[in-house]
């Protein structure tokens, strides 16, 4: 057990959102933040298993908010079967696991076929000794699902009464971290990843604490952990030519700090000191390895082993205590969004409120405005989660106006961020690839741009290849069927196809134009990248792509020199309607330097 010390008075926690499998990954994002007076208590086990697999513990007193995370591998994409998670006996829940075709919430589905399930259970845990009991398909007639388990891990949000106040912030996710080779015909890499905690009070803090969990990890195979830039774990012990060296996801939890841990195959659950480096926005950086030789490449097997082959950093908690009493609701509007706003249609603006306080039952009254001028309002119950949503309907016309929202608690009132929006005519979306630049070239590779007129192509990214999917900042997204991504857990020991060699590979950067005919606003919209008939990355862009205008970026790929047939596609799905759709597919041949 380990305790995760918190005060206020309730967890925070984002509302349920959908997945999307994806071979590269799912991003972590803040799924539950606030305060509580008391303790955030974490119970788990680790390490791949046989099911059915358990685990026991006791609570002193009954929480005001759980979340039980279980990780299980599938064997590939295409085997299904389900997971059965059992909560003291009470409440059982039954989730079926779909592989490719998972788009079930909460379920965090990538590569072939690894699980993360994000189950509430604060209705079901309570006051004493509490069992959590996870069973699979594995074994079962007909079942093809490989089924053991990873990881079973309960966060608990639990009050208590000795003068202590925490801030917190719970993460989830299934982030891909993988060398090429791993990822089919064209290999990808990605090789970190990102997630940023906000809103932090640095006042009188005694102590905080981060607490990762990694899967699919391998000892012997350094990776690192950084928080606001600073390295974490201690170092070595692989190779004393390098001192900075470190292997945190080792197969053994809860020894980077120091001393022998606890032995966990294939996972990597650890707990941080970051005290002297938290301040009021934190990032934390995941990272597959480093080239420590200096030759470009990180050798994952060999005289100096400097990464992992792939690692899959799935949740990060981070928590801030501090004596005293709470400081009761802290809210914050996010940038507001608008749907269907075309001339003469019915548009709907949403705004997302967060509380980074404690909770309170009392509903906030939200005022939407465009150009200053109100054009609707509803009140929004900010509930244990954390999170609420508020929304309207108002007539659209044409013209270039400031959206913005007003959220008003009685005590306090906050403003939105001003979000630009431009009516009229619908969208007409149009695709083009560009020639592809080695990531190496000289001068370096050009940044994203937009335009705001379509006299200049632009070039909209897409960041990966592989079936690699990004999404935006924002998790309430205007595509909630693809606003999670997926991404890559290859358990070690499972047997896959033979990793290409990285040397008959380049990285380049592959340009792209989403340019809009339309005098509308697109404000999102998902963009298809397929290279020699594989899907090689998918894009959810929530960077508005202005009416009459285009949006800049380049598509980081990997492939051999030569000739390669690229397709290359924009709103695939029709989530955003359009004038037209016949020019949202382009197919040709392309040079590769």
């Not at 899967?215 to 004393?240: K, R, V, W």
């Amino acid at each position: 057990m380990s305790v995760l010390l918190a005060a206020g008075c309730l967890v925070c926690i984002c509302p349920a959102v959908s997945a999307l499998y994806t071979f590269e990954g799912i991003p972590l994002e803040v799924a539950a933040q606030g305060e509580i007076e008391g303790d955030l208590l974490t119970f788990g086990t680790y390490g791949l298993s046989e099911p059915p697999v358990d685990v026991t513990f006791t609570l002193p007193s009954d929480p005001a908010w759980a979340r039980i995370y279980t990780a299980v591998w599938g064997g590939t994409e295409q085997y299904s079967g389900w997971t059965e998670i059992s909560v003291n006996n009470i409440k059982k829940t039954r989730y079926t696991l779909y592989g490719e075709d998972d788009v079930q919430e909460n379920i965090y589905s990538s590569s072939h076929g690894t699980y993360l399930i994000a189950s509430d259970a604060g209705d079901a845990l309570r006051e004493g000794k509490n069992t959590v009991l996870v069973t699979t398909s594995r074994g079962e007639e007909g079942n093809s699902l490989d089924g053991r388990i990873y990881a079973i891990m309960i966060v608990a949000a639990v009050p208590g009464g000795d003068g202590h106040v925490t801030q917190y912030w719970v993460a989830e996710g299934n982030e891909n971290l993988h060398g090429e080779g791993w990822a089919g015909t064209n290999p990808t890499r990605k090789d970190s990843a990102s997630c940023t905690f906000t809103h932090a009070r640095t006042d009188g803090v005694t102590r905080a604490t981060l607490t990762t969990l990694t899967l699919a990890s391998n000892e012997g195979q350094p990776d690192y952990i950084t928080f606001n830039g600073a390295d974490l774990g201690i170092a070595g012990p692989t190779d004393a030519r390098y001192p900075s060296m470190r292997d945190l996801s080792n197969e053994q939890s809860f020894d980077a700090g120091g001393g022998a841990g606890t032995l966990s195959r294939y996972v990597d659950c650890e707990i941080f000191d970051v005290t002297a480096e938290f301040a009021a926005t934190d990032t934390v950086v995941f990272e597959r390895g480093r080239d420590l030789t200096g030759d470009g490449i990180m050798e994952t097997t060999g005289a100096v082993i400097e990464a992992e082959d792939y690692i899959h950093p799935v949740c990060a908690i981070l928590t801030a205590e501090r004596d005293g009493a709470s400081g009761g609701p802290a809210y914050v509007a996010d940038e507001p969004v608008a749907e269907n706003a075309y001339d003469g249609e019915e548009a709907e603006a949403r705004v997302s409120i967060r509380n980074y306080g404690t909770y309170t039952s009392e509903p906030v009254h939200v005022t939407f405005l465009l150009d200053g001028a109100p054009i609707g309002d509803a009140d929004v119950s900010i509930g244990e989660d954390g999170t609420g949503e508020a929304s309207i309907s108002w007539m659209a016309t044409s013209g270039s106006y400031q959206l913005s929202a007003i959220a008003d608690s009685g005590s306090s009132t906050v403003t939105s961020p001003v979000k630009s929006l431009t009516i009229g005519t619908l969208p007409d979306l149009s695709v083009r690839a560009g020639v592809p630049v080695r990531a190496d070239a000289a001068g370096g590779v050009p940044e994203a741009t937009t335009s705001p007129a379509p006299l200049f192509p632009a070039l909209l990214g897409i960041a990966a290849a592989g079936g690699l999917i990004l999404r935006g900042k924002t998790r309430n997204s205007i595509l909630p069927a693809i606003c999670i991504v997926s991404l890559l857990m290859l358990p070690a020991g499972c047997l896959l196809t033979t990793p290409a060699s990285a040397g008959e590979f380049a990285e380049y950067r592959l340009p792209v134009t989403i340019t809009n005919s339309g005098g509308s606003d697109v404000q999102e919209c998902m963009v298809t990248v397929f290279l020699d008939g594989e899907k090689a990355a998918v894009r959810i862009l929530d960077e508005t792509v202005p009416a009459y205008g285009t949006v800049t970026t380049y598509i980081p790929l990997f492939t051999t020199p030569g000739t390669h047939q690229v397709t290359v596609t924009v709103n695939e799905e029709r989530t955003v309607k359009e004038s037209s759709y016949s020019d949202n597919r382009q197919e040709g041949s392309l040079a590769f330097p």
